[in-house]
């Protein structure tokens, strides 16, 4: 049986690889699947306290968050695709085209 402190271990890994991706790097594509890992990273950390606990909210809750993950991607796939559109760059520095 897997301890509960190597699933926390992995997510901690994963978040902090997820936390350098959005912090370091300016694509906003690289930035939108760090933050999805970042996510992941929580949903890990839901069922294994979950099946620790032997409750099942913490893996309800992880699949709502999977859901939610997945209308964050797709909304966020629609910004770049709008974004691409009117300029050839995804640097997050230069995203000002959707202000007024």
Same mark, same amino acid.
């Given at each position: 049986?897997?301890?509960?402190?190597? /699933?926390?271990?992995?997510?901690?890994?994963?978040?902090?690889?997820? +936390?350098? %991706?959005?912090?370091?790097?300016? !694509?906003?594509?690289?930035?939108?699947?760090?933050? *999805?890992?970042?996510?992941?990273?929580? !949903?890990?950390?839901?069922?294994?306290?979950?099946? /620790?606990?032997?409750?099942?909210?913490?893996? +309800?809750?992880?699949?709502?968050?999977?859901?939610?993950?997945? %209308? *964050?991607?797709?909304?966020?796939?629609?910004?770049?695709?709008?974004?691409?559109?009117?300029?050839?760059?995804? !640097?997050?520095?230069?995203? !000002?085209?959707?202000?007024?």
């Amino acid at each position: 049986m897997v301890p509960l402190s190597a /699933y926390v271990a992995v997510s901690a890994v994963l978040f902090m690889t997820g +936390l350098l %991706g959005v912090l370091i790097r300016r !694509n906003f594509i690289i930035v939108l699947m760090s933050v *999805e890992i970042m996510m992941n990273a929580a !949903n890990i950390n839901l069922v294994a306290f979950s099946h /620790y606990l032997e409750s099942m909210a913490g893996q +309800l809750t992880a699949l709502f968050f999977i859901a939610v993950a997945a %209308g *964050e991607a797709a909304v966020g796939l629609a910004i770049i695709i709008v974004v691409f559109r009117g300029k050839v760059s995804t !640097n997050v520095d230069e995203m !000002n085209v959707l202000k007024w």
